[in-house]
């Protein structure tokens, strides 16, 4: 799939991803996808050696995706983080929210949809990895 | 007989295909035969319904029968407001679906 | 009670906007049908038996005069003329029009309402106590807290698509009014013996197909961590909770598959962790919502007796009213359930008088309670005759409260394309068979379900009825012994279930299997506590002689 929205500066990985199970033992891998029943705290040690970090989305409504960005950020990756596969405008939001930084949607998607969709919301409610000031930080001047 | 039915996609009205479009009301309803599934795609692609679902009868004189208490209810309205419902002149109304 | 500043004003406004592009999307074909269904139904929306269904928040139950008349509005400018208040303090419209949708949720906004996230596998409305902030038996107000959880479970970007819906409620008294321990996560909000203030959770309860009593996972969360708490609650969810089986997606089967200890063991691993980010809202913001829920004007040395010498008048404050926890004022609760009618039903009209009344007789402020009732939470006695009278001239003064015809019914197949038999006409029935002797009964609790999917949450009635399919005829099982509250029971099925009218023979039969055997001040359930299922049972099933 291609990579339709990345929002990074720095060039795109060029290796191929490979699976969880594989990337244990495969000391010069720096791509890896994550499947929603992977644990993505497994690739916690790894993660100064991970550039890209793929996360599959075989169907939007599986979520399990967005907790394993969640973590992967938390923990300090900074490399890239994709969500692939059934990726609709309507998600980018909040993927953007969960740390994701490219997308590679099985369908592309219309580019004027995903920018609108991903402007709509002036501000947010909770903070998460990506860092932006939730409404309780601007109301009390703490962000 | 089999009967194509489903909801028209803007106003949420229960429909029934009549062999040429989505009529509301139930005695308009024609077998489909072995058609069903074509239709309702093709519909459903063209927007015209959403929801689809072929579901069986039996013709009852004038009007049409579904087999399942569920599309009676949803061919008349609720039977706790028969005001409301497409048949609202009609107090027996509330039998027929039993 | 909480008003939207700002901030909270542009997220209604710009789901709004969302939503009217997600409409806009489905009618010119960019989006196809199982692409928009989970959109449409965090926006509270489904395709129901006749039309679609459009579910309205009522953040905790509490809305003001303002915000329910304009709910009376929508149901003459877009339904039918009146709307169904629902079992988790919300309100249902059933003739919606797609294509009108979005300007419905646009007068919502405008009084600072929405329908978001009322359907979906997502955090849905918290519900609280109804009487939260008006009786003197709760430690705080619940509803500030809850305030705080909905705005963190608002366009939460990591919960918004979980295994199944997700439903809290957080309460502040050992009465708990809310079913508390029958949801998702239910908080109990508590004080150590410091004497400072905490949150019990209780995770993985529900009604349903396997209903299930939530344990208590942490007696004790200091308040100023309960939103990480409820976090790290909700990741282990939408991490482990089963997806391949919609009937077993609830956390409450998670929590009980792993054992209560080690779903607690993974829960305070990623406590640990989250407690290390900074989510939890400053005191600041919890004292911002709370200086909202500061107590009403109260006129002080008001009357505090009442003029009781007009019996009907004297039945419905012995029923309806509960003490206040000032004096002069009394909770006044407005059945919805008139002898015959609709559970939960209100007319365009009768949800504008209650506005107004709300307006006139209890500063500006309403609630909506799990039992599909309405209350006016501070009413002064020396005018509370002249509200009754208002109530009983609209059909609204039904002294009936927690009586066998203050009855729960989920819409049913009259309205429901989940479910499997009707269950208003069940409702109807009883309350005319009972209405002679609901008063001789008293307190009785029934629920009716039209599936088992549980929305009228049978399992917890005292007397339960869910109806099934047998065979494509409607036929209906009894349950007894149900509670919510402190001590939360789950209803046991009789035996073979009934037609619409054995179904509601079996019924009178197991009250006078109470009433013959009560002793004391004994209510329907305490009866059937003491006895067991076994007189009931054979009463029912007995074959009368021709």
């Known amino acids: ?143 | 007989m089999k009967i194509l039915t489903g909801n028209d996609l803007k106003s949420g009205a229960v429909t029934w295909w009549d062999g040429q479009g989505w009529s509301l009301h139930v005695e308009d309803a024609v077998d489909v035969g072995e058609h069903g599934g074509d239709i309702a795609a093709r519909e459903a692609a063209a927007r015209r319904v959403v929801s689809p679902e072929i579901i069986d009868g039996t013709r009852d004189g004038d009007s049409v029968r579904p087999a399942h208490i569920k599309d009676r209810i949803r061919a008349l309205g609720p039977t706790v407001r028969l005001d409301l419902s497409l048949k609202r002149a009609d107090p027996a109304a509330g039998n027929w679906v039993i | 009670m909480y008003v939207y500043d700002e901030y909270d004003q542009q997220m209604v406004d710009a789901r709004v906007a969302d939503f009217r592009d997600q409409v806009r999307r489905r009618l010119d074909g960019s989006l196809a049908e199982d692409q928009f269904r989970p959109l449409r139904l965090m926006n509270g929306l489904y395709l129901q038996l006749h039309a679609y269904m459009l579910r309205v928040a009522v953040p905790y139950g509490t809305l003001s005069s303002a915000q329910m008349r304009m709910l009376g509005d929508i149901a003459d400018k877009y339904d039918r003329g009146y709307g169904h208040f629902t079992t988790r303090q919300n309100i249902q419209y059933n003739w919606i029009k797609l294509e009108e949708a979005p300007d419905i949720l646009a007068d919502l906004a405008s009084v600072g309402m929405h329908a978001i996230q009322t359907s979906g596998n997502c955090i849905r409305n918290t519900t609280s106590d109804q009487y939260a902030g008006a009786i003197a038996d709760e430690i705080v107000d619940p509803r500030p807290y809850a305030e705080l959880i909905r705005q963190w479970s608002t366009f939460h970007p990591e919960f918004s698509y979980l295994p199944r819906k997700f439903k809290m409620a957080v309460i502040a008294s050992d009465t708990d009014r809310a079913a508390m321990r029958l949801h998702d996560i239910g908080i109990q909000l508590v004080r150590n013996a410091a004497g400072e203030l905490g949150a019990a959770f209780y995770v993985g309860g529900g009604m349903g197909r396997t209903p299930m009593i939530a344990p208590c996972i942490n007696a004790f969360v200091p308040i100023d961590q309960m939103i990480t708490y409820s976090e790290a609650c909700l990741r282990v969810y939408n991490r482990h909770g089963r997806r391949d089986n919609k009937y077993k997606a609830r956390i409450k089967i998670l929590v009980h598959e792993l054992g209560k200890e080690e779903y607690t063991r993974q829960v305070e691993a990623e406590f640990a962790h989250l407690l290390t980010l900074n989510l939890e809202p400053p005191a600041a913001e919890l004292e911002r919502i709370k200086a909202q829920f500061a107590d009403p004007a109260f006129v002080p040395g008001l009357p505090d007796t009442l003029d009781l010498s007009d019996p009907a008048f004297a039945l419905w404050v012995k029923n309806n009213t509960h003490t206040h926890k000032q004096a002069g004022y009394v909770v006044v609760t407005i059945s919805l359930k008139p002898t015959g009618g609709i559970p939960g039903d209100a007319s365009a009209d009768q949800i504008r008088l209650m506005a107004d009344l709300a307006a006139d007789y209890s500063f500006d402020e309403l609630r909506v309670t799990h039992a599909q009732n309405i209350v006016l939470p501070h009413v002064r006695k020396d005018q509370l005759h002249a509200l009754w009278q208002k109530l009983a001239a609209a059909g609204l003064g039904a002294a009936n409260l927690d009586q066998i015809g203050d009855i729960i019914a989920c819409p049913g197949l009259d309205y429901c394309s989940l479910a499997n038999a009707r269950s208003i006409p069940v409702a109807q029935k009883i309350s005319e068979r009972f209405a002679a002797k609901e008063e001789e009964i008293g307190e009785l609790k029934l629920k009716i379900s039209g599936c088992i999917n549980a929305c009228g949450h049978h399992h917890a009635g005292h007397i339960g009825i869910l109806g099934v399919d047998r065979k494509g005829v409607e036929n209906y099982q009894l349950l007894l012994g149900g509670c919510e509250g402190a001590d939360t029971s789950l209803a046991q099925i009789t035996g073979p279930g009934f037609d619409e009218n054995g179904i509601v023979d079996a019924v009178e039969r197991a009250t006078d299997v109470y009433l013959a055997n009560r002793e004391g001040g004994e209510r329907f359930l305490d009866t059937y506590r003491r006895l067991g299922m076994a007189p009931f049972k054979e009463a029912i099933y007995r074959k009368e002689p021709a």
């Open chain 1, 1 to 143: 799939m291609e990579t339709q929205f990345r929002f990074r500066a720095d060039e795109p990985a060029g290796d191929p991803a490979v699976t969880v199970d594989s990337f244990g033992e495969q000391t010069n891998a720096s791509a890896v996808r994550i499947e929603p029943g992977d644990d993505a705290r497994v690739l916690l040690p790894f993660l100064d050696r991970l550039r890209l970090v793929e996360v599959n989305f075989p169907a939007y409504t599986d979520g399990r995706g967005y907790s394993a960005a969640c973590i992967l950020r938390e923990a300090g990756y900074q490399g890239e983080l994709r969500a692939v596969g059934d990726v609709l405008v309507d998600q980018l939001a909040y993927m953007r929210r969960c740390g994701f930084d490219s997308f590679a949607p099985e369908h592309p998607l219309n580019q004027a949809d995903a920018e609108a969709a991903m402007a709509r919301y002036p501000d947010v409610y909770t903070p998460t990895v990506d860092g932006r000031a939730p409404i309780w930080a601007k109301r009390h001047h703490s962000a």
